[in-house]
Nanobody, 120 residues
Framework: QVQLVESGGGLVQAGGSLRLSCAAS????????MGWFRQAPGKEREFVAT????????TYADSVKGRFTISRDNAKNTVYLQMNSLKPEDTAVYYC?????????????WGQGTQVTVSS
């Protein structure tokens, strides 16, 4: 019911910034919590940040607090992840995900990911 497409990834030097976008289509008028996750080579996928579709309630992984900001633009059906002060450790494929709230306890919809590479 929901399709997600990430964009905005690329190569950036340490200390630089990137802004990821997640465009949603399909049934996007309901109540959703949106999330960003990432997966580095050889590692499990980890939580980065979440936001309720309304903009209420945001959460961040400790590793990105103070550096990353999640936001949304309902009119554009888009969720963003502003990443500042990037570190080589942030290198990963970043995924956008969505779940219906409060009915779903897990993320049901996922994008295909966008690569973020931070050089030292």
């Amino acid at each position: 019911q929901v399709q997600l497409v990430e964009s905005g990834g690329g190569l950036v030097q340490a200390g630089g910034s990137l802004r990821l976008s997640c465009a949603a289509s399909g049934r996007t008028f309901g109540s959703y919590r949106m999330g960003w996750f990432r997966q580095a080579p050889g590692k499990e996928r980890e939580f980065v940040a979440t936001i309720h579709w309304s903009g209420i309630s945001t959460t961040y992984a400790d590793s990105v607090k103070g550096r990353f900001t999640i936001s949304r633009d309902n009119a554009k059906n888009t969720v963003y992840l502003q990443m500042n002060s990037l570190k080589p450790e942030d290198t990963a494929v970043y995924y956008c995900a969505a779940k219906e709230v409060p009915t779903s306890t897990s993320y049901d919809y996922w994008g295909q990911g966008t690569q973020v590479t931070v050089s030292s």
